[in-house]
């Protein structure tokens, strides 16, 4: 039971990242967690603690969201399960009339104007109404592509266009991950597994996009996006894809996205201002711990936020002034 001081927090998704979650909230003093929400029969049934071996905890995994949420109350529910917003709207809609403020990782949800425009105003009106606040945040979207190269150009007057490229080594990622990689398929299977959604690469880079060109202005006539494999001896060793943001025929935004065995990490963004560029570089962000680290950094932001449906553009504490 959480105390005056502490927010309560349901977490409905109970994979991988779920319990990242789970196990960083455990540390945190401010925030109890209420109640958890899966459907693998695997996990449903058993304590949180059980799962995360550290003891029971009192938080029994259930697959019945209507009824945590109705018996847990909870201010902020910490959403991870699935990349489409199609496939989680149920999930969301549940959550908001029940009262609760939603940070979620789901990458179409960061901004789903662009893919789903019917969805997200249902959503916004549907969130005013309930007076919470639904943002989609994560290491990308939410962070590498789009909050950070926008940070930085806070130093740059007259932005004319960005780019930011990401590269990260497959092998030291999760297997879900090097699953929707495609990482060890054979070559001639890419292409159909990438169509019928059974793998999917990097989702989001349109909607990164999107956040960028909100904040700076920019008006993208077009988004180019493309992913192909990385192959070694007819088999899929990583994934590479960009999406490119057009204004008529200047290129404005470009995102590159590589996950392959043995890669060095690496993050660059480069600014180009009006007489100058910026050029930033990192050795690496690493993917999970940062989807952990944004999510639950912007639960202050979203708990104080007005009602509705936000992206981290909403949350930008600027705006650069830029070329037309």
Known sequence: MNTLDEIPVVLYGFGFIGRMLARALLKLKQYDIVGVIDINP???????????????????????????????????????????????????????EHGANIVSSCETLAYPWYRYPKLAKELDKLAKKH??????????????FDTLPLIISGSCLFVKRIKVIRKINALKRRPSFQRKIGLGIPAYMFDKLLNEGKITGHVGYAESAMIIAKVLGFKLSKIVEKQE????????????????GYS??????YLEFTASANLKDQDIVVLECENYKVRWVSSGTPG??????????????????????????????????VYS
């Open 131 to 144: 007076e919470v606040t639904v943002l989609s945040a994560g290491v990308n979207p939410g962070f590498i």
């Open 248 to 253: 008529g025929k200047r290129k404005k935004i």
């Open 229 to 244: 494999p990385i192959i070694f001896n007819n088999k899929v060793i990583g994934i590479k894809g960009y999406a490119a």
């Open 42 to 96: 695997k996990i449903v049934g058993h304590d949180m603690g059980d799962i995360l071996r550290i003891g029971k905890t009192g938080v029994i995994v259930s697959n019945e969201p209507e009824k945590v949420l109705r018996n847990s109350k909870p201010r902020v529910v910490l959403h991870a399960t699935t990349s489409f917003l199609n496939q989680v709207f149920p999930q969301i809609k549940t959550a908001i």
């Open 288 to 321: 999970d711990q940062a989807t952990i680290s944004v999510m639950l950094s912007f639960i202050p932001a979203v708990l104080r936020s007005e009602p509705g449906l936000k992206t981290v553009a909403d949350f930008i504490p600027f705006r650069t002034p």
